[in-house]
């Protein structure tokens, strides 16, 4: 079963950090670019930041540029976000997504349920 | 602000079809054929409609449909179902530093 699942959501406090992982299973996951996707508590869907198939082109949003960092591991099938000086307005469910290409293009086919970071003191 | 722009809601009756609209620039949507559609239903993670702005992927029902022109793209649903009601957002790729950009989101309501 093509599955993803997402971890290390939590409760954190503005300023501190936290790393997401993404644990990939049922397709070749190093055939495809991976991205972080989040959604704010009752709000539309934000695209995070995007790695391709070889980690040679990442893209962020400019919301967090600066301050997450993607990265993968294929030898793991695992997709990562680190994630420094959180703010409030940093709070959402984060996606994990596959895209359908090698190199990012949007298309998102397969997603996980989601983990949830809330950033508050 | 959500770079693409899209109604914040549309309506319609069952077996009716309605159009969304997704606006963009040059730099995303009327550049390039990748613009995809996802469906949310409250609570759940989406689900991607089409991709390459008219392609859908399998086990999705051919009443979906999506199209470009210019700077514009849009998804049309027909004969709408009551399991339709859901939230719908577009995406697309940018040329910009930011790789992908979404648009605000249209909830669909079936009446």
């Known amino acids: 079963e093509v599955q993803l699942v997402e971890s290390g959501g939590g409760l954190v406090q503005p300023g501190r950090s936290l790393r997401l992982s993404c644990a990939a299973s049922?397709?070749?996951?190093?055939?495809?670019?991976m991205h972080w996707v989040r959604q704010a508590p009752g709000k539309g869907l934000e695209w995070v930041s995007g790695i391709s198939w070889n980690s040679g082109s990442i893209g962020y949003a400019d919301s967090v540029k600066g301050r997450f960092t993607i990265s993968r591991d294929n030898a793991k099938n695992s997709l990562y976000l680190q994630m420094n000086s959180l703010r409030a307005e940093d709070t959402a469910l984060y996606y994990c997504?596959?895209?359908?290409?090698?190199?990012?293009?949007?298309?998102?086919?397969?997603w996980g349920q989601g983990t949830m970071v809330t950033v508050s003191s | 602000q959500s770079a693409l722009t899209q109604p914040a809601s549309v309506s319609g009756s069952p077996g009716q079809s309605i159009t969304i609209s997704c606006t963009g620039t040059s730099s995303d949507v009327g550049g390039y054929n990748y613009v995809s559609w996802y469906q949310q239903h409250p609570g759940k993670a989406p689900k991607l409609m089409i991709y390459d702005v008219s392609n859908r992927p399998s086990g999705v029902s051919n009443r979906f449909s999506g199209s470009k022109s210019g700077n514009t793209a849009s998804l049309t649903i027909s004969g709408l179902q009551a399991e339709d009601e859901a939230d719908y957002y577009c995406s697309s790729y940018t040329s910009s530093s930011t790789a992908v950009v979404f648009g605000g989101g249209t909830k669909l309501t079936v009446l």
């Open positions: 997504a596959k895209d359908k290409l090698e190199l990012p293009t949007g298309a998102f086919d397969i």
């Open positions: 049922g397709f070749t996951f190093d055939d495809y670019a």
